[in-house]
């Protein structure tokens, strides 16, 4: 399990917490969210439980198109939130960041600097 007082997830955590909200206001401006954007090519992947328990993240397309049921913006945002300040799952957040890799602070973000 990771350490949640580590100094980088802190700062991995507020990233991604950051980007969420430009990718809202994206969102609420009817532009295309980053995420959306990242999902369309396959980076990543926001679905639903099997069990509907909630959604899961994953770092490739693990359903068909035929099968993929998609998920509402605001319901991603909603789930990755908690996932950046209550699990704070380091892969987890490391995949979502790497979504927004064209954002000046992931360079600096990314060697820890």
Do not use: C
Not at 5 to 16: E, G, R, T, Y
Not at 42 to 62: F, H, K, N
Not at 75 to 89: G, I, N, T, Y
Not at 91 to 99: G, P, T, Y
């Amino acid at each position: 399990m990771a350490d949640l007082d580590d100094p980088d997830l802190d700062q991995l955590s507020a990233f991604v917490l950051a980007r969420l909200d430009d990718d809202e206001r994206r969102f609420n401006a009817g532009e295309l969210p980053y995420l959306d954007e990242a999902e369309r090519h396959g980076r990543i992947r926001i679905m639903y439980a099997t069990q509907g328990e909630g959604l899961l993240v994953a770092a490739d397309p693990v359903e068909t198109p035929e099968e993929r049921v998609p998920v509402p913006f605001p319901d991603k945002v909603a789930f990755l939130r908690a996932e950046a300040r209550v699990m704070r799952d380091p892969d987890v957040l490391r995949l979502v960041a790497s979504v927004y890799d064209a954002h000046p602070d992931w360079d600096s973000l990314r060697l820890g600097t």
